[in-house]
């Protein structure tokens, strides 16, 4: 099992930057890829971003990419998504995900991703 604790949202204004973190805790070393996705109430979990364990493989939804940067750091088995320009559609429950080793890796499926934190409510004023 893996253990997923994410950390960091809060209020902000429109243009301003947060920091998510995501800490894992548990088998890490099953772990492939982790990922972002955000929620509103109503709506299906949307893909944000993805990293691989390596970090050599990363991908982000249109709507963030230039203005949301993953990340991770491996010693601490910690992941980041360092936003900045934030909008009100922005707003959204964060969650972090990871999937295992094996099988397809389809980095913005929900479905894909075996692990899910709490989330992390991001709520960006007008």
């Known amino acids: 099992q893996v253990h997923l604790v994410e950390s960091g949202g809060g209020l902000v204004q429109a243009g301003g930057s947060l920091r998510l973190s995501c800490a894992a805790s548990g088998r890490t070393y099953m772990i492939y890829a982790t990922g972002w996705f955000r929620q509103t109430p109503g709506k299906e979990r949307e893909f944000v971003a993805s990293i691989n364990w390596v970090g050599s493989t990363i991908y982000y939804a249109d709507s963030v990419k230039g203005r949301f940067t993953i990340s991770r750091d491996n010693a601490n088995n910690t992941q980041y998504l360092q936003m900045n320009n934030l909008k009100p559609d922005d707003t959204a429950v964060f969650y972090c995900?990871?999937?295992?080793?094996?099988?397809?890796?389809?980095?913005?499926?929900?479905?894909?991703?075996?692990?899910w934190g709490q989330g992390t409510q991001v709520t960006v004023s007008s």
């Open positions: 995900a990871a999937k295992s080793k094996g099988g397809i890796y389809n980095a913005k499926s929900p479905g894909n991703y075996d692990y």
